[in-house]
């Protein structure tokens, strides 16, 4: 079966580093999503990971580790608007279209 | 963003009714989907669309079905509901099978009684 972790709460502090983390075990790896979701929205794209490795963009950036099957979504400079839930959803290949199995989501609450 | 517009926003009926969903977009995008989620659960995928008349099944496809007659267009119906259906839908699109991010439409919130 297909398996992905993710912590369903973390808190942090407006200013501060909150890294939240995805562990999966799926059949089968073609790269690693994340969204975000702010509460009765839609999800919106954030990262995407297919190679070992960090990928920087702005404030946030995603690590990836295909050996370990482990992911982090790393948050800088923590705004009150980046309270919202946090989706880690895998790729995987199945006819060639990009099949998604997601995570449940980290809800992520910053405080001032 | 991505133009994705999903009607209705909102809906409430009773168990054993018929209930179509509509996906509308306008990006020519080749790839549609519909989704539900749950709390606990995160998004599941119900139903897939890789063309037009070229539909497959998902990881919870029972109890519904698609069509996809144009491009633009994605169905979604439950041919008779259920309260285990009461959720949140979205439809998502993606221009290539491959790298490409999913992008999701603003979703319907459907309560059966």
């Known amino acids: 079966g297909q398996n992905i972790d993710q912590p369903t709460e973390m808190t942090a502090t407006e200013g501060a580093i909150v890294q939240i983390n995805c562990t999966y075990q799926t059949s089968g790896f073609n790269g690693l999503f994340w969204y975000q979701q702010h509460a009765g929205e839609a999800p919106t794209f954030l990262s995407y990971?297919?190679?070992?490795g960090l990928e920087e963009k702005g404030r946030f950036s995603s690590f990836l580790s295909r050996s370990k099957g482990y992911s982090y979504l790393l948050l800088k400079e923590l705004q009150m608007k980046d309270s919202a839930s946090y989706l880690c959803?895998?790729?995987?290949?199945?006819?060639?279209?990009?099949?998604?199995?997601f995570g449940a989501g980290t809800r992520l609450a910053v405080h001032p | 963003d991505a133009g994705i517009t999903q009607s209705p926003r909102h809906k409430v009926t009773e168990t054993g009714t018929p209930v179509t969903l509509r996906c509308h977009q306008t990006?020519?995008?080749?790839?549609m989907y519909w989704y539900r989620q749950d709390p606990g659960h995160g998004l599941r995928l119900i139903h897939y669309?890789?063309?037009?008349?070229?539909?497959d099944k998902g990881e919870v496809s029972d109890g519904y079905s698609v069509s996809r007659s144009k491009t633009e267009d994605f169905l979604l119906t439950l041919e008779s509901a259920t309260s285990s259906q009461t959720s949140v839908y979205f439809c998502?699109?993606?221009?290539?099978?491959?790298?490409?991010?999913?992008?999701f439409g603003d979703g319907t919130r459907l309560s059966i009684l």
């Open positions: 990006e020519n995008h080749r790839y």
């Open positions: 998502a699109i993606s221009e290539r099978g491959g790298d490409q991010p999913q992008h």
């Open positions: 990971n297919v190679l070992d």
């Open positions: 669309s890789y063309g037009v008349k070229d539909t």
């Open positions: 959803a895998v790729r995987l290949v199945s006819g060639g279209y990009n099949k998604l199995i």
